[in-house]
């Protein structure tokens, strides 16, 4: 694998006022996520809010993570969830499958696109008849 040269980024330096409560309850709960510096954590909760706000433009892109139960002899369900990625190639671009028992089914789909498309794919594959339990976990990735 090559590494790509990433365009250097000017930092700029902010000051932020906080009274000292909500200080000490932002120190202690990164200091329990495992951040070494408020720096980081405050880039990261930047990152996350623009991130939410791209994912609801539906030409961002982004990625999906889609998990689904089923009972895999209900409804030919496999085989049309198999069809079903063979026809969005170029979108769902990995799965994962996790036999769960005799009969349940974990299927975990990962989807790559704008977040229109896959968000209404996600949406197709949750509601198909025989998944018990559907979820998106959709995340946009034009963030900075
Ligand atoms: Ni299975």
């Known amino acids: 694998m ?8 000017s930092l700029e330096r902010i000051g932020i006022s906080l009274d000292s409560t909500l200080l000490s309850m932002f120190d202690k709960l990164i200091a329990g996520q495992g951040y070494e510096s408020r720096s ?28 689904l139960v089923y009972d895999h002899h209900a409804a030919n369900i496999a085989e049309k969830l198999i069809r079903l990625q063979h026809s ?34 996600g949406e197709s594959l949750v509601s198909m008849k025989g ?9 946009a990735t034009e963030t900075p």
Request: proline letters at 1%; charged letters at 25%; glycine letters at 8%.
């Open 2 to 9: 090559v590494a790509r040269s990433r365009k250097t980024k």
């Open 40 to 67: 980081e954590a405050i880039r990261d909760l930047v990152r996350q809010q623009l991130s939410r706000e791209f994912a609801g433009d539906p030409k961002a892109e982004g990625v999906a993570v889609v998990v």
């Open 88 to 121: 969005h190639i170029l979108h769902a671009i990995s799965s994962l499958h996790v036999h769960l028992g005799a009969h349940d089914c974990l299927e975990i789909i990962v989807l790559r696109g704008r977040v229109g498309r896959i968000n209404k794919m």
């Open 131 to 139: 998944v018990r339990l559907g979820r998106i976990n959709l995340v």
